[in-house]
Each structure stands twice: as structure tokens, then as C-alpha cells.
T-cell receptor, first 117, second 116 residues
Framework: AQKITQTQPGMFVQEKEAVTLDCTYD???????LFWYKQPSSGEMIFLIY??????QNATEGRYSLNFQKARKSANLVISASQLGDSAMYFC??????????????FGKGTKLTVNP | EPEVTQTPSHQVTQMGQEVILRCVPI?????FYWYRQILGQKVEFLVS????????KSEIFDDQFSVERPDGSNFTLKIRSTKLEDSAMYFC??????????????FGPGTRLLVL
């Protein structure tokens, strides 16, 4: 079974509008962390936002927020006021056992976001 | 702002040759990682490294791969006898410490390896 599922291969959004990128995850570990990374066409991986499984509030970082629904095992990324520079691949990733377990990140297949002017 | 650096940015090699990919992690970081991303696919974990030894590796990280921290700053990935299927983007990442909640792995810009 896939640990991280991103069901949207591609998404389009108009500049200045908000967009939600979906991510669901599968783990039986009660302690885990969820990450979103942005990969522009140049190829680098840029960290955007983190949500811990025990965090009570949804994470926010500037225009990025994470809609964390633990019971549904979803961690959707919301980008507000989209900009042309937001056009990129977006990857959701998980690290299980954050309190003493594996250190590896497991990535989803990504969503390609295109922001239209 | 400190960042992870990787050299070279691109490498072309012949099948069967050895390649060494180099990374300089962020200076106060203790855990180091290699990931790879085959073109158009998701990022896959290869290996993690702490205190001068491998702490975790994936099934991809077989005997043709090795990692080393030859000095206090560099972290290298060696691929012996490269295969066509080793063509990918290779990312180095580092984190200050492990298993402390939100310790983000910061990625370098990647080395794009092409095996002909």
C-alpha cells in the first residue's frame, strides 16, 4: 500500500486565488510528521511546511497552511493568493516514528501546479 | 542563510564507470541523507548517515553504493559500476538532529546523473 497518496497529478489555479493540494497518508505509528516540499522546474527541493501528528493546531507558514485531518489521515496543503512563481511540483512526505524511529522521508508522487495569469 | 550544496550539478558517465557525488551539508547538522528521483517519478530514500556510520538504508542501496564522510564537511555518495537505471537526480539532505519532532530535512539542489 502507498504510504503517501497524492491523487491530483496536475492542478490549475488563477493567479491570486487559493488552491488546495491533496495528500492522504497511511501509517499505524501514532508518532509521525508530515512535510510539504516544492520542486520548481530547476529541480531543487524547497521545504514549505511541517505538521506533527501530536500538533493541536494546523500549521501555517505565510501563504501556506496545512489542513490536517487526523481521523481522515489527510494533510492537504492550502496555498492562498497564488502567484505565478508558485507554479511547480509539490510533494507531500511523511516521516514515521518521529520519537525514535525511522529517519527517512517517504514521498508521494507529487502534484504539478500551474498558476495562470 | 546556510544551505546544502552539491557538486557537480550535472554528471554524464559511461555505463560501468564509477561516479562520486559530493555534498556539503549545513555546518551544524548531524544527520545526512541521500535520496534519488528518477525522471518523472517520486523522490526515493537511499540512505541515512550519522556519527560516521549508516543508520538506515533502503533496498535500493545495494553493494554498488557507498557513502563516506571523508572530512568534517563533505559527504559523498559513490556508485560503483554505474548502470543505465542509475540515471536520476540525486539529492543530499541534512538535519540538525534526528527524531525531535519537526526536524526538517533540508535538501541540496541535486546532481543530475546521466548514465550512457
Amino acid at each position: 500500500a502507498q504510504k503517501i497518496t497524492q491523487t491530483q497529478p496536475g492542478m490549475f489555479v488563477q493567479e491570486k486565488e487559493a488552491v488546495t493540494l491533496d495528500c492522504t497518508y497511511d501509517t499505524s505509528d501514532p508518532s509521525y510528521g508530515l512535510f510539504w516540499y516544492k520542486q520548481p522546474s530547476s529541480g531543487e527541493m524547497i521545504f514549505l511546511i511541517y505538521q506533527g501528528s501530536y500538533d493541536q493546531q494546523n500549521a501555517t507558514e505565510g501563504r501556506y497552511s496545512l489542513n490536517f485531518q487526523k481521523a481522515r489521515k489527510s494533510a492537504n496543503l492550502v496555498i492562498s493568493a497564488s502567484q505565478l512563481g508558485d507554479s511547480a511540483m509539490y510533494f507531500c512526505a511523511m516521516r514515521e516514528g518521529i520519537q525514535g524511529g525511522s529517519e527517512k522521508l517517504v514521498f508521494g508522487k507529487g502534484t504539478k501546479l500551474t498558476v495562470n495569469p | 542563510e546556510p544551505e546544502v550544496t552539491q557538486t557537480p550539478s550535472h554528471q554524464v558517465t559511461q555505463m560501468g564507470q564509477e561516479v562520486i557525488l559530493r555534498c556539503v551539508p549545513i555546518s551544524n547538522h548531524l544527520y545526512f541523507y541521500w535520496y534519488r528521483q528518477i525522471l518523472g517519478q517520486k523522490v526515493e530514500f537511499l540512505v541515512s548517515f550519522y556519527n560516521n556510520e549508516i543508520s538506515e538504508k533502503s533496498e535500493i542501496f545495494d553493494d554498488q553504493f557507498s557513502v563516506e564522510r571523508p572530512d568534517g564537511s563533505n559527504f559523498t555518495l559513490k556508485i560503483r559500476s554505474t548502470k543505465l537505471e542509475d540515471s536520476a537526480m540525486y539529492f543530499c539532505a541534512s538535519t540538525p538532529r534526528a527524531s525531535q519532532g519537526s526536524e526538517t530535512q533540508y535538501f541540496g539542489p541535486g546532481t543530475r546523473l546521466l548514465v550512457l
